[in-house]
């Protein structure tokens, strides 16, 4: 099968072609699997993270992608859940204990980190971590639902927000697009506030429903109950700080952060930023569990990603982009469509 393999680690200051194309062997579905065709796979910001080496993977080469929605192709001995044909999706948990914190548990494994991903014509996954795509998403809509739609999920349930609370993004890309959508259904009555570094995105949020959007340093017209960050930076952490209410949580949705302006966090003022109990808060992995209720519950809404294509062979072009960010909504790989 065809696969886009990462060999090794680089900077994508130094190379624009991370990735290679390659023939490898198609994986066989083992006990308790099943081999799905991919049909499409978005690109996560995770990625940039594993190719720069702030996240590493279990193995050398790799296949990337854990954004992926498929066919299935082949069950294996023991599958009672799925048939073949059955359109299902994979996210970033590959496998893990089953618990409820299994994101927590050192059993948990990451697809297209530490087993390979969706950057390929088929992959494998255990029936119990691939979950049925609501019919009325497209293969290219549902991707981005798998990981950037599904944690937004579990950051959004971690804000401890109250319907009437303001809410606040900063940065607003493939997965605060998502949850804007998911949070103005479940807390009606509360108002959203985007930070983002230019017009285009601050306009985008608007349509989306934002009451007011601004650049990472502005001040909100009033404090804010939750901020949840989406950015690879420090400087929104800081100014988000800076906008909280007394009491107010920042959930940080970012499985890394880069180093480039971390002297940022020389800002942060204690009296001004930190006391009166604000809090921070990370988001860590996801489980199974935060993917099963999110699909229907998207579903119902029903949450609209906006999404820009890119031939399989381009996935080079696309992480590239997301680097310099060039994005608006999320990414997504053609891949068996």
Known sequence: MK?????????LEETDKPLELAEVPTPKAGHGEVLLQVLTCGVCHTELDEIE????????PIILGHEV?????????????YKEGDRLGVGWVHCSSGSVDENLSS???ATGCDVDGGYAEFMTVREDYAYPVPEIFSNEQAAPLLCAGAIGYRALKLTNLVDGQRLGFTGFGGSAHLVIQLARHMFPNSEFYVFARDDETRAFAR???????GDTSDRAPAKLHAIIDTTPAWKPVVEAMKNLAPGGRLVINAIRKEDTDKASLQELNYHDDLWMEREVKSVANITHHDIREFLPLAANIPIQPKVETYCFEDANRAIVELKRGQIQGAKVLLIGV
């Open 3 to 11: 696969a886009m393999i990462l060999r090794h680690t680089v900077s």
């Open 53 to 60: 080496g702030r996240v590493s993977p279990s193995k050398w």
């Open 69 to 81: 929605v498929g066919r299935v192709a082949e069950i294996g001995s023991g599958v009672t859940q």
């Open 107 to 109: 059993q948990f494994r």
């Open 207 to 213: 349509h989306l429903g934002a009451v007011w959007a």
